[in-house]
């Protein structure tokens, strides 16, 4: 066989032949599932993808009033009603002895008196701890609607593209609320973690009135911005759940029915 023969053998076997398990790659086949065919990309599962039905997705929906009125009723919660002083955590921290002297080489440092453990602030992280999978929950049904709604997009033409720019504007807004929620669920971490580095430097220092406040402060903060997520999370539902039932025709067919020509 001469080289050109070969090229030829090579190349038939790379684009036409068993490249992935005798499945034709520029043809209509890949991974065994006819793409092009008759058979539904999401429906046949090519990659793992579940099938979202407009039946599923309006049951989704319907559960959206209920999940606004349980976020409304946690909105009522007597810890939104604390003042700053009623909110104060107890920080038992021990105060060191003025009049007690030590003395201490010139690189070390002075040592603080022995502290007890220090709880977290019970009444906000039993508040979190409601609020983190509501978050989660609210994301993930956020992006279930969003991935209905890009499989109601038809493919790109000229005209009748009103029904493709209200899809656009709630996509939009799902994009927007999803990335808000994402920033409310990622301070949660944030929050302990800042708080415990002011308490382990109040621990350190007990001295400096500064890091004990700095901790009664995230407290306050952490509240008004748990607060602020419930409320939120709540009107993400209910601005979803309006834009939808005010364009379902248009999200579910963005073109309208196709039209008959008239001789």
């Not at 007990?206 to 952490?222: M, S």
Request: charged share 25%; hydrophobic share 40%; aromatic share 6%.
């Amino acid at each position: 066989m001469g080289r050109r023969a070969m090229r030829q053998s090579c190349g038939a076997q790379i684009y036409r032949a068993d490249l992935w398990g005798s499945t034709d790659l520029w043809g209509l086949r890949i991974y065994g599932v006819d793409v092009w065919g008759s058979r539904d990309l999401w429906g046949a599962d090519l990659w793992g993808a579940p099938h979202v039905s407009a039946s599923q997705t309006k049951e989704l929906l319907a559960t959206f009033p209920a999940r606004m009125a349980e976020l409304g009723l946690m909105l009522t919660a007597p810890i939104f009603s604390m003042g700053s002083e009623e909110l104060r955590a107890p920080l038992d921290i021990p105060m060191p002895d003025p009049n007690q002297k030590k003395k201490k080489g010139k690189d070390e440092e002075e040592e603080a008196p022995p502290c007890p453990p220090i709880p977290s602030h019970g009444s906000i992280l039993a508040l979190l701890e409601k609020l983190r999978p509501l978050l989660a929950e609210g994301r993930i049904h956020l992006a279930q609607v969003e991935l209905w709604l890009k499989l109601q997009v038809p493919r790109i033409e000229d005209g009748d593209n009103f029904g493709v720019a209200v899809q656009e504007k709630v996509l939009e807004l799902l994009t927007s609320s999803h990335t808000q929620l994402e920033t409310l669920q990622n301070r949660i971490p944030k929050y302990l973690l800042e708080r415990g580095d002011a308490v382990a430097k109040a621990v350190k220092n007990p001295h400096v009135e500064d890091y004990r406040a700095a901790v009664h402060v995230l407290d306050v903060a952490e509240l008004s911005a748990a607060r602020l997520a419930l409320t939120q999370l709540r009107d993400a539902y209910a601005v979803l759940l309006d834009a939808v039932r005010k364009n379902l025709d248009k999200l579910q067919k963005p073109r309208g029915e196709p039209k008959s020509i008239i001789f």
